[in-house]
T-cell receptor, first 112, second 115 residues
Framework: QKEVEQNSGPLSVPEGAIASLNCTYSDRVSQSFFWYRQYSGKSPELIMSIYSNGDKEDGRFTAQLNKASQYVSLLIRDSQPSDSATYLCAGTIFTGFQKLVFGTGTRLLVSP | NAGVTQTPKFQVLKTGQSMTLQCAQDMNHNSMYWYRQDPGMGLRLIYYSASEGTTDKGEVPNGYNVSRLNKREFSLRLESAAPSQTSVYFC??????????????FGPGTRLTVL
């Protein structure tokens, strides 16, 4: 089992809709989780961090963490065409030092 | 405040050539990382430096070496490039380890092709 798994997509949503991106993780991954947005040909950009069970909201973005079920999700409200990108989920793994492990990303397409 | 910078942006090498990728950060971060990103494989950690003066292997270190020159700079060296090292290379940095300290910030990347 991969440590962090994401559906590669693409996830297609119309403009103005809610986009829901999901990520599951293995027993080795814990504590802190991150969502990065990556536009084609660009570097990953951190958009959300979540450390505790429950929801965390920042503008149009809501991150949700459920440690019992081992999943993390990112909701994007009022999706815009400019949100079209690949979203990377990452969690921390401790092997003497806390490192990030990344999923392969979900491609989101928001159509006007 | 430039964040994380990387040079060069693009590079083409022939098999067997060597090169060094440079990375610098101006955020006073303690930890720095080198990743490679390949289609379908995601971001994979090559080497990291938890703090100035230390370096450790990540998931895919074979064929690479690193130097943490000072707190700001962390370089990645390919001694004898192979076509399997064709990839996009990202440098990242974080304040440190633990809780919010390991939020990582990425540089713009180097696109490397080995012929």
């Amino acid at each position: 089992q991969k440590e962090v798994e994401q559906n590669s997509g693409p996830l297609s949503v119309p403009e103005g809709a809610i986009a829901s991106l999901n990520c599951t993780y293995s027993d080795r991954v814990s504590q802190s989780f991150f969502w990065y947005r990556q536009y084609s040909g660009k570097s990953p950009e951190l958009i959300m961090s979540i450390y505790s069970n429950g929801d965390k909201e920042d503008g149009r973005f809501t991150a949700q963490l459920n440690k019992a079920s081992q999943y993390v999700s990112l909701l994007i409200r009022d999706s815009q065409p400019s949100d079209s990108a690949t979203y990377l989920c990452a969690g921390t793994i401790f092997t003497g030092f806390q490192k990030l492990v990344f999923g392969t990303g979900t491609r989101l397409l928001v159509s006007p | 405040n430039a964040g994380v910078t990387q040079t060069p942006k693009f590079q083409v090498l022939k098999t067997g050539q060597s090169m060094t990728l440079q990375c610098a950060q101006d955020m006073n971060h303690n930890s720095m990382y080198w990743y490679r990103q390949d289609p379908g494989m995601g971001l994979r950690l090559i080497y990291y430096s938890a703090s100035e003066g230390t370096t450790d292997k990540g998931e895919v270190p074979n064929g690479y070496n690193v130097s943490r020159l000072n707190k700001r700079e962390f370089s990645l060296r390919l001694e004898s490039a192979a076509p399997s090292q064709t990839s996009v290379y990202f440098c990242a940095s974080s304040l440190g380890s633990g809780r919010s300290y390991n939020e990582q910030f990425f540089g713009p990347g180097t696109r490397l092709t080995v012929l």
